[in-house]
């Protein structure tokens, strides 16, 4: 079963727009990471937010977690084409396997 | 470093045939997973290796699905008969525990279409 649910299932945005995505999800968990997928292509990890953290960046990319609240956003600044990808969710609860949710697929128009 | 490597990248075979999927990991990594990946859906855990030993095989269809990792290190999954509904991209990753966390490297896939 899918652990994680990405909201929106799709995000169409112009360059230079912000893009946000969410994430939910039902069990504890130990941290939760964010996969890049571009069309054919393996999963590329993106960032890593630990369950004892808040908030995270890396370049354009900020994550929020709410371990209260069972959810995880993640945000693209200042979007690119080339950021036309599907982003997962995925949920560490100790397992050491990851869940992916269903992902969310953002397309930036130049 | 070297990626995962998968092979191979496409693959249609006829309903009730067989077939094999081959997955180099990243040198070093212990651990090595086989996902399946349904169009419009995420990646869903089919097993998972620790060295030789299966970790997680809880969703596997054991009656058709196979997988072994000698010595290991590469690993291959076979289907055997294979059906419509396992046509789907089937990702190898591996990974390296890093303290309290870890991340994932995933190959680039093999797309397989069952006719």
């Known amino acids: 079963s899918q652990q994680g649910e990405e909201d929106p299932q799709a995000l169409s945005i112009q360059e230079g727009e912000n893009a946000t995505m969410n994430c939910s999800y039902k069990?504890?968990?130990?941290?939760l990471q964010w996969y890049r997928q571009n069309s054919g292509r393996g999963l590329v990890h993106l960032i890593l937010i630990r369950s004892n953290e808040r908030e995270k960046h890396s370049g354009r990319l900020r994550v929020t977690l709410d371990t209260s609240k069972k959810s995880s956003s993640l945000l693209i600044t200042a979007s690119r084409a080339a950021d036309t990808a599907s982003y997962f969710c995925?949920?560490?609860?100790?397992?050491?396997?990851?869940?992916f949710g269903s992902g969310t697929r953002l397309q930036v128009q130049p | 470093e070297a990626g995962v490597a998968q092979s191979p990248r496409y693959k249609i075979i006829e309903k009730r045939q067989s077939v094999a999927f081959w997955c180099n990991p990243i040198?070093?990594?212990?651990?090595l997973y086989w996902y399946q990946q349904i169009l419009g859906q995420g990646p869903k855990l089919l097993i998972q290796?620790?060295?030789?030993?299966?970790?997680?095989d809880s969703q596997l269809p054991k009656d058709r699905f196979s997988a072994e990792r000698l010595k290991g290190v590469d690993s291959t999954l076979k289907i055997q008969p294979a059906k419509l509904e396992d046509s789907a991209v089937y990702l190898c990753?591996?990974?390296?525990?890093?303290?309290?966390?870890?991340?994932?490297?995933f190959g680039p896939g093999t797309r397989l279409t069952v006719t």
């Open positions: 990753a591996s990974s390296s525990y890093r303290g309290l966390a870890y991340e994932q490297y």
């Open positions: 040198s070093g990594h212990a651990t």
């Open positions: 290796f620790q060295n030789n030993g299966v970790v997680d």
């Open positions: 995925a949920t560490d609860t100790g397992r050491r396997a990851l869940t």
């Open positions: 069990t504890s968990i130990n941290n």
